[in-house]
């Protein structure tokens, strides 16, 4: 395997792949990025007080947000930037973690930040709609379906906004996996397996 290898990890809402992500990142011995990133990208463009509820409703809207949304002094000579600099800053920030070491990072566009890095491997994870509905009931609070296809389409929207991609075509990512149908450790190990035999 790799000496570096950056695994980059996207996700339909409520497939598990938050877990698998994070069984990947022990697995491997390494660190998983995921909303610091977005802490990260926002330092950069100087936001400091917005909540993080806040950054991801910032990071996860499309169009322009409204002059209201942001303190005037948040952006200093940045006031009016649409939601862009923060997908520009959430990229730079990503490829500055995969340039110092090994690690996952969950969600982000980091498939499309990191594209030209020979060193990163893309993962698209999905599930059957029984399987998402009965997590969305058990794991996400009582979600139905409908909700977490709400959540779906708002993370293709804003992929396939910034990026010129489709958020979830296969094309784009070097495995898709669905994990409907075995546990997410078996899924681990036949990721970290395939990536082995790759790079032999």
């Known amino acids: 395997m790799n000496k570096n290898l950056v695994l980059t990890v996207s996700?339909?809402?409520g497939a598990g792949g938050r877990e698998l992500a994070g069984i990947l990142a022990q697995r491997l011995g390494v660190k998983l990025?995921?909303?610091?990133?977005?802490?990260?990208?926002?330092a950069k463009l100087g936001i400091n007080d917005l909540s993080e509820k806040e950054l991801l409703e910032m990071e996860n809207t499309v169009k322009?947000?409204?002059m209201s949304f942001i303190p005037f002094h948040s952006f200093g000579t940045r006031m009016g930037e649409s939601?862009?600099?923060m997908f520009l800053s959430e990229s730079a920030a990503i490829r500055k973690l995969a340039k110092d070491g090994s690690c996952v990072i969950l969600g982000r566009c980091a498939d499309y930040?990191?594209?030209?890095?020979?060193?990163?491997?893309?993962?698209?994870?999905?599930?059957d709609d029984d399987f998402r509905a009965q997590r969305g009931?058990?794991?996400?609070?009582?979600?139905?379906?409908?909700e977490l296809n709400?959540?779906?389409?708002?993370?293709?929207?804003?992929?396939?906004?910034?990026?010129?991609?489709?958020?979830?075509?296969?094309?784009?990512?070097?495995?898709?996996?669905?994990?409907?149908?075995?546990?997410?450790?078996?899924?681990?190990?036949?990721?970290?397996?395939?990536i082995e035999a790759l790079h032999k």
């Open 11 to 13: 996700r339909q809402y």
């Open 33 to 42: 990025y995921d909303r610091q990133i977005v802490h990260i990208a926002a």
């Open 64 to 66: 322009p947000l409204a």
């Open 83 to 85: 939601t862009s600099g």
């Open 113 to 127: 930040a990191l594209r030209d890095d020979p060193n990163r491997f893309s993962v698209f994870v999905c599930a």
């Open 137 to 146: 009931e058990n794991v996400y609070e009582g979600k139905s379906l409908k």
């Open 150 to 194: 709400r959540e779906n389409d708002k993370r293709a929207r804003y992929y396939n906004y910034y990026t010129g991609r489709t958020w979830g075509d296969g094309t784009n990512y070097d495995l898709v996996v669905n994990t409907s149908h075995e546990p997410l450790e078996k899924i681990a190990d036949g990721i970290l397996a395939y």
